[in-house]
């Protein structure tokens, strides 16, 4: 089994600041790809950043210039900081990995379970 668990998430101020933490934990053999989701209400989910194992990383271009995609990988945790945040990046906002089993060595792209960020004065 493996498990992501998230934190970080919060109310703030428009132009405010949080930063979301996320832990892989479990039986894994490796992680490639770490990343963040998020949806708003009434919206579909949105890819809002991801990272390789090799360290290149994607940004929506909503959050370009404003939020930064980390990763520790002796820590399995991936890690989003999120500066000048608008109204607009209300949502839950959800980590995944896409990780290789050590028993079979299939991948799987697990999720965490979610955490809100209302951005709102």
């Known amino acids: 089994q493996v498990q992501l668990v998230e934190s970080g998430g919060g109310l703030m101020q428009p132009g405010g600041s949080l930063r979301l933490s996320c832990t892989a934990s479990?039986?894994?053999?490796?992680?490639?790809?770490m990343g963040w989701y998020r949806q708003a209400p009434g919206n579909e989910r949105e890819l809002v950043a991801a990272v390789t194992i090799g360290d290149s990383r994607v940004y929506a271009d909503s959050v370009k210039g404003r939020f930064t995609i980390s990763r520790d990988a002796t820590k399995n945790t991936v890690y989003l900081q999120m500066n000048s945040l608008k109204p607009e990046d209300t949502a839950v906002y959800f980590c995944?990995?896409?990780?290789?089993?050590?028993?079979?060595?299939?991948?799987?792209?697990?999720w965490g379970q979610g955490t809100l960020v209302t951005v709102s004065s």
């Open positions: 479990g039986s894994i053999f490796s992680i490639n790809t």
């Open positions: 995944y990995a896409d990780v290789t089993m050590p028993t079979n060595y299939r991948g799987l792209r697990v």
